[in-house]
């Protein structure tokens, strides 16, 4: 499966994003997505994913309330709805798709991924 990750941009504190993650080659609801950002001179962290089945969701604290991660299967794509943006939330974000079918996943570790998008950039004006 091909990942593409879109809709980051440059915002102000306080606005709202909405992250897209189109997925081809393969349908999307083969697999868990998760959301990982990265920061400048920071390692990839966890933000946000989405299991395979039943759609149950997954957030770092320090997105919890205020991130939403979705999937329509039915077009391919996996969405993360940013609401409240802080300036600490300014990362490349990158969409990723792992197998947990018959398996149990934490859905945090990078090492569970094995399909990466490439990053959009999301920054956040004080």
């Known amino acids: 499966v091909q990942l593409q990750a879109s809709g980051g941009g440059l915002v102000q504190a306080g606005d709202s994003l909405r992250l897209s993650c189109l997925a081809s080659?393969?349908?999307?609801?083969?697999?868990?997505i998760g959301w990982f950002r990265q920061a400048p001179g920071k390692e990839r962290e966890f933000v946000a994913a989405?299991?395979?089945?039943?759609?149950?969701?997954y957030y770092a604290d320090s997105v919890k309330g205020r991130f939403t991660i979705s999937r329509d299967n039915a077009k391919n794509m996996v969405y993360l709805q940013m609401n409240t943006l802080k300036p600490e939330d300014t990362a490349a974000y990158y969409c990723?798709?792992?197998?947990?079918?018959?398996?149990?996943?934490?859905?945090?570790?990078?090492?569970?991924?094995?399909?990466w998008g490439q990053g959009t950039q999301v920054t956040v004006s004080s």
């Open positions: 990723a798709a792992g197998f947990d079918y018959l398996r149990r996943l934490t859905y945090t570790s990078v090492e569970e991924y094995v399909h």
């Open positions: 080659g393969r349908t999307v609801s083969r697999y868990a």
């Open positions: 989405i299991s395979r089945s039943y759609g149950v969701t």
